[in-house]
């Protein structure tokens, strides 16, 4: 088998494909951002944390600065076209979710809305922002989760049944629609 080297600014599209979720955010006037976000990780079981690393410009990292909250949505397949709407570039104070169709759901400890169409929602207060390189990684502490009543089967995401977007690279997607378990 034969290996050859690849650019190191690449690096990360052999990390592929990486869970696509939407944050939702509000800055201090209250208006609503909505972006899709593939550099994202579980950081922590206890306590509940969660990672997202953002480019320090966007409307995103503003308002995670301003607030220090965001909701972590996770979509499914039959939202895709409407998740890529909220990656366009809007100005300051659109609400991407209004642009997209997508329909908000109020949260019960932080500000920025749930989305309806997506299949769960993690509600996080931000516990650390440090720089990394050319983006800021910002760790939210989960307040609240709530899944879709059929989201899981077996303690796990039903993937079968949902179809979680993992994404591959620029519009580029893999929908997650099958289980397999290792043997032993």
Same mark, same amino acid.
């Given at each position: 088998?034969?290996? /050859?080297?690849?650019?190191?600014?690449?690096?990360?599209?052999?990390?592929?494909?990486?869970?696509?979720?939407?944050?939702?955010?509000?800055?201090?006037?209250?208006? /609503?951002?909505? !972006?899709?976000?593939?550099?994202?990780?579980?950081?922590?079981?206890?306590?509940?944390?969660? !990672?997202?690393?953002?480019? !320090?410009?966007?409307?995103?990292?503003?308002?995670?600065?301003?607030?220090?909250?965001?909701? /972590?949505?996770?979509?499914?397949?039959?939202?895709?076209?409407?998740?890529?709407?909220?990656?366009?570039?809007?100005?300051?104070?659109?609400?991407?979710?209004?642009?997209?169709?997508?329909?908000?759901?109020?949260?019960?400890?932080?500000?920025?809305?749930?989305?309806?169409?997506?299949? !769960?929602?993690?509600?996080?207060?931000?516990?650390?922002?440090?720089?990394?390189?050319?983006?800021?990684? /910002?760790?939210?502490?989960?307040?609240?989760?709530?899944?879709?009543?059929?989201?899981?089967?077996?303690?796990?995401?039903?993937?079968?049944?949902?179809?979680?977007?993992?994404?591959?690279?620029?519009?580029?997607?893999?929908?997650?629609?099958?289980?397999?378990?290792?043997?032993?």
């Amino acid at each position: 088998m034969e290996f /050859v080297d690849l650019d190191l600014g690449s690096f990360y599209r052999v990390l592929a494909p990486r869970p696509t979720i939407l944050v939702t955010t509000m800055n201090k006037k209250g208006e /609503v951002n909505a !972006a899709p976000f593939s550099f994202t990780m579980p950081v922590s079981m206890d306590p509940p944390l969660i !990672a997202v690393a953002s480019v !320090a410009s966007h409307h995103t990292y503003h308002n995670l600065e301003e607030t220090g909250e965001m909701v /972590v949505n996770i979509p499914s397949e039959r939202i895709l076209q409407k998740l890529w709407v909220t990656g366009e570039k809007f100005p300051q104070g659109v609400n991407e979710l209004e642009k997209a169709g997508l329909t908000q759901m109020q949260s019960v400890q932080v500000s920025p809305p749930w989305i309806n169409e997506c299949i !769960a929602h993690m509600e996080c207060k931000i516990e650390q922002i440090m720089e990394c390189g050319d983006h800021q990684l /910002v760790v939210g502490r989960v307040l609240k989760l709530g899944v879709q009543e059929d989201t899981l089967k077996d303690g796990l995401l039903d993937v079968e049944l949902m179809k979680p977007l993992l994404h591959l690279g620029g519009m580029d997607f893999v929908v997650g629609d099958h289980r397999i378990k290792v043997e032993k």
